[in-house]
């Protein structure tokens, strides 16, 4: 069964206002743009997104942060963005900073139907705050709750009519894991190729966790 084509002016059809989206991309290398530019185009608004970082202020998920379309961010850093801190120290919108490592395994246990995981990461300082602790052997965890979303949107780097997709460089990052922990995965594909063009070996997401594709 063949993924389906998704127009990009048909994206505004599968948001709504308060959703959650999770993004690929670090520092905006892999997140896929056009995507970006069609949910800003929507007009939705009261965003959660997830994902490593919020970029640059006019790159990444930045333009959903400068016009305030996004309500809270949950992500690994934010220092790049200055649009990003000021909204939060104004109170305009909420962050909640997860250490890098633990983000992703979040990520990882909401794609693998997991509720959580044990992180000694974060005991003893500010990030224990209003979680729960579990000692095993002696040593104190931390219990991080999966993360799930209602949206994900992933660029790749070619994608069969399948969507079985593959990656180029950097620009994989967190896109192939943030493809499994969604209830719908959109994709902005540089190039699209009949199935058996990509390399089994090559493919990083399989097209069962594709539901539509942005055709270049």
Known sequence: MKTKQLEIGDIAAHLHDGMSIMFGGFMGVGTPARIVQAILDSGVKDLTIIGN???FVETGVGPLITNNRVKKVIASHIGLNP???KKMIAGEMEVELVPQGTLVERIRC???GLGGVLTPTGVGTVVEEGKQKIVLAGVEYLLEVALKADLAIVQAHKAD???????????????PIVATAAGTVIVQADEVV?????HPDHVMTPAALVDFIVYP
């Open 53 to 55: 970082d919020t970029s």
């Open 83 to 85: 649009e990003t801190g």
């Open 161 to 175: 009519t399948s969507g079985n997709l593959c990656y180029e460089l950097s620009a994989r990052n967190f896109n």
């Open 110 to 112: 909401g794609g693998a």
């Open 194 to 198: 009949e199935v058996g063009q990509i």
